[in-house]
T-cell receptor
Framework: EADIYQTPRYLVIGTGKKITLECSQT?????MYWYQQDPGMELHLIHY???????EKGDLSSESTVSRIRTEHFPLTLESARPSHTSQYLC????????????FGPGTRLTVT | DAKTTQPPSMDCAEGRAANLPCNHS???????VYWYRQIHSQGPQYIIH???NNETNEMASLIITEDRKSSTLILPHATLRDTAVYYC?????????????FGGGTRLMVKP
């Protein structure tokens, strides 16, 4: 089992609220990722990080922001949640050594009312 | 990374082999074939990967054609717990960001 955790697992919140989705891994991986997935749809990469103090935007534009102050943590923040942000958010990490697979967390299912 | 094509859905009887095809006709010489699966509402899970030789692990076997333009993931004895969406992804191993680009995948339904 991969040691990557996400909290909360489920979140229902009102429009305009600021939220932070937590992601942590205990594998010492340098690379971490955030994906967004609507029900029944494809995963889309929204943010990634090569290591501490490194953050990049992914293929899908997102109003969220991320930070990487510590290797093990990669939180995602929405300053002002909107109903369009309702989705599942999946965090992953990978090693710099082969076979380079990504390990995924269980996801956070966000509903903005 | 090369684009892949997979059937949107497949059925398989419990206990039988599930053979999931993937076309990647534009694959480059240094691109590997990776397979992941996503069980409902969970994060994707790595299954197996290969370059040109067939590969086998405790979860599955991967058969890659000689021209590398297609591959098949084989679950030798499918169980109900193998019901999931299976993603075939091609990419350069250890590319700068270890990036994955997920397509639509194949929704495998294992039936009793």
């Amino acid at each position: 089992e991969a040691d990557i955790y996400q909290t909360p697992r489920y979140l229902v919140i009102g429009t305009g609220k600021k939220i932070t989705l937590e992601c942590s891994q205990t594998m010492g991986h340098d690379k971490m990722y955030w994906y967004q997935q609507d029900p029944g749809m494809e995963l889309h990469l929204i943010h990634y990080s090569y290591g501490v103090n490194s953050t990049e935007k992914g293929d899908l534009s997102s109003e969220s922001t991320v930070s990487r102050i510590r290797t093990e943590h990669f939180p995602l923040t929405l300053e002002s949640a909107r109903p369009s942000h309702t989705s599942q958010y999946l965090c992953a990490s990978s090693s710099d050594r082969g076979p380079y697979e990504q390990y995924f967390g269980p996801g956070t299912r966000l509903t903005v009312t | 990374d090369a684009k892949t094509t997979q059937p949107p859905s497949m059925d398989c009887a419990e206990g039988r082999a599930a053979n999931l095809p993937c076309n990647h006709s534009t694959i480059s010489g240094n691109e590997y074939v990776y397979w992941y699966r996503q069980i409902h509402s969970q994060g994707p899970q790595y299954i197996i990967h290969g370059l040109k030789n067939n590969e086998t692990n405790e979860m599955a076997s991967l058969i890659i054609t000689e021209d590398r333009k297609s591959s098949t993931l084989i679950l030798p004895h499918a169980t109900l717990r193998d019901t999931a969406v299976y993603y075939c992804i091609v990419r350069v191993e250890g590319n700068a960001g270890n990036m994955l680009t997920f397509g639509g995948g194949t929704r495998l339904m294992v039936k009793p």
